[in-house]
């Protein structure tokens, strides 16, 4: 709308020729001056660019929606806008459906706590049939930190599908259609981008599993350098391939520590950083997803895992359908397994807070030492 040609707009002709007359074209060449810049480009009276200026806005302005054409438009399109369910009732619940399509959703938390099983789980439903409520596909696996494990994805299929993975050949094809790279280095990986947009084209992919980002820039720098800073590139190009694919696209994160200067934008959070500092045993509440604010922004979903009085569970901390809310969950033979559908909902600062007791193996980029 913007490339509309003003004299296509039923403007007074008189308006529309001066228009003309001094190459404002299009409503981005009226739209991007001022009204006082248009009175000296055009030689008229501000009430004749007034009018003129609210015209062309009408006329390119897109139209407003309700909230119930909206909705109505999603039943419309649910094929655009569906879900890889979880088979974890209380979290599909909460995702209204499980992993979104078309949208990054980030599993973060620190080194144990399940993330790679998540991500294991969510390969195997994406490659089963659709009569067992999987999405009949193919999957790239991109096993940053090689904790990919196809014993491991076997014994998740036997115990959550005995019916299927005790047929002769089926557990080899489950596992035939999860296709696994394993980049050396974040160069490596930008590489082969380009190969995996063609992929999942060609090979009826229906899921893309990168686990994890953040190890593919720890190391490639040394401290102090700006990771964020490297990942531009990768952010946009991963979103677009969620939107232009319509998959879901699960990436894992780990945690770091957090620095004072970071923690201390709110009287809340200056006063549990002086708390911490008294009790030394309480590091874990200034733990913090790895990879920096404009990754946080390119998520849409962003479920934590954490540990906290000797149980696990799984956070909706940032989603656009769901309120935060945890889930206590154990890792079984089966995989994830939550021990109650109904979530609690968190407020405050708990809602961003992730902990870990009971979980050392932390990542300290450049802040001060958790030991």
Same mark, same amino acid.
């Given at each position: 709308?913007?490339?509309?040609?003003?004299?296509?707009?039923?403007?007074?002709?008189?308006?529309?020729?001066?228009?003309?007359?001094?190459?404002?074209?299009?409503?981005?060449?009226?739209? !991007?001056?001022?009204?006082?810049?248009?009175?000296?480009?055009?030689?008229?009276?501000?009430?004749?660019?007034?009018?003129?200026?609210?015209?062309?806005?009408?006329?390119?302005?897109? %139209?407003? /929606?309700?909230?119930?054409?909206?909705?109505?438009?999603?039943?419309?399109?649910?094929?655009?806008?569906?879900?890889?369910?979880?088979?974890?009732?209380?979290?599909? &619940?909460?995702?209204?459906?499980? =992993? %979104?399509?078309?949208?990054?959703?980030?599993?973060?938390? %620190?080194?144990?706590?399940?993330?790679?099983?998540?991500?294991?789980?969510? !390969?195997?439903?994406?490659?089963?049939?659709?009569?067992?409520?999987?999405?009949?596909?193919?999957?790239?696996?991109?096993?940053?930190?090689?904790?990919?494990?196809?014993?491991?994805?076997?014994?998740?299929?036997?115990? !959550?599908?005995?019916?299927?993975?005790?047929?002769?050949?089926?557990? /080899?094809?489950?596992?035939?259609? =999860?296709?696994?790279?394993?980049?050396?280095?974040?160069? &490596?990986?930008?590489?082969?981008?380009? /190969?995996?947009?063609?992929?999942?084209?060609?090979? *009826?992919?229906?899921?893309?599993? =990168?686990?994890?980002?953040?190890?593919?820039?720890?190391?490639?720098?040394?401290?102090?350098?700006?990771?964020?800073?490297?990942?531009? +590139?990768?952010?946009?190009?991963?979103?677009?391939?969620?939107?232009?694919?319509?998959?879901?696209?699960?990436?894992?994160?780990?945690?770091?520590?957090?620095?004072?200067?970071?923690?201390?934008?709110?009287?809340?959070?200056?006063?549990? +950083?002086? &708390?911490?500092?008294?009790?030394?045993?309480?590091?874990?509440?200034?733990?913090?997803?790895?990879?920096?604010?404009?990754?946080?922004?390119?998520?849409? =979903?962003?479920?934590?895992?954490?540990?906290?009085?000797?149980?696990?569970?799984?956070?909706?901390?940032?989603?656009?359908?769901? %309120?935060?809310?945890?889930?206590?969950?154990?890792?079984?033979?089966?995989?994830?397994?939550?021990?109650?559908?109904?979530?609690?909902?968190?407020?405050?600062?708990?809602?961003?807070?992730?902990?870990? *007791?009971?979980?050392?193996?932390?990542?300290?980029?450049?802040?001060?030492?958790?030991?």
């Amino acid at each position: 709308m913007a490339n509309k040609q003003i004299s296509q707009m039923g403007l007074p002709k008189s308006i529309a020729n001066v228009f003309a007359a001094r190459n404002v074209f299009t409503a981005k060449d009226a739209l !991007s001056l001022t009204e006082f810049e248009l009175m000296e480009l055009l030689d008229v009276g501000l009430a004749q660019i007034t009018s003129a200026v609210a015209h062309i806005s009408e006329i390119v302005c897109p %139209p407003y /929606q309700t909230a119930l054409s909206l909705m109505e438009l999603r039943v419309q399109n649910e094929h655009l806008a569906g879900h890889l369910p979880t088979h974890m009732k209380g979290l599909d &619940e909460a995702l209204c459906g499980g =992993i %979104p399509f078309g949208v990054l959703t980030e599993l973060v938390g %620190p080194a144990g706590i399940g993330k790679t099983q998540f991500c294991l789980k969510l !390969s195997l439903l994406a490659s089963l049939p659709a009569s067992y409520g999987g999405l009949d596909g193919h999957v790239i696996y991109i096993d940053v930190e090689s904790k990919f494990s196809s014993r491991r994805l076997i014994e998740i299929g036997v115990k !959550s599908f005995p019916e299927i993975f005790h047929r002769k050949g089926m557990a /080899q094809e489950m596992a035939g259609r =999860i296709h696994v790279l394993r980049p050396a280095s974040l160069s &490596e990986f930008t590489e082969s981008l380009q /190969q995996i947009k063609v992929s999942l084209l060609q090979n *009826q992919v229906k899921l893309l599993v =990168i686990d994890s980002m953040a190890a593919l820039v720890t190391g490639e720098f040394e401290h102090g350098a700006p990771r964020q800073n490297t990942l531009g +590139w990768h952010i946009s190009f991963i979103k677009s391939l969620a939107e232009f694919s319509r998959i879901p696209v699960v990436v894992t994160n780990q945690v770091r520590s957090q620095s004072r200067d970071e923690t201390c934008h709110y009287y809340f959070q200056v006063q549990s +950083w002086n &708390e911490a500092i008294k009790d030394r045993t309480r590091h874990d509440s200034h733990l913090v997803a790895a990879l920096g604010i404009n990754w946080a922004h390119a998520v849409t =979903i962003r479920l934590v895992l954490e540990a906290k009085s000797g149980q696990r569970f799984i956070k909706v901390a940032k989603s656009p359908i769901s %309120p935060p809310l945890a889930f206590p969950f154990n890792i079984t033979s089966s995989g994830i397994l939550l021990l109650s559908d109904d979530g609690t909902e968190l407020t405050g600062p708990d809602i961003y807070a992730i902990h870990c *007791q009971g979980h050392n193996d932390i990542i300290n980029f450049g802040g001060e030492s958790l030991q």
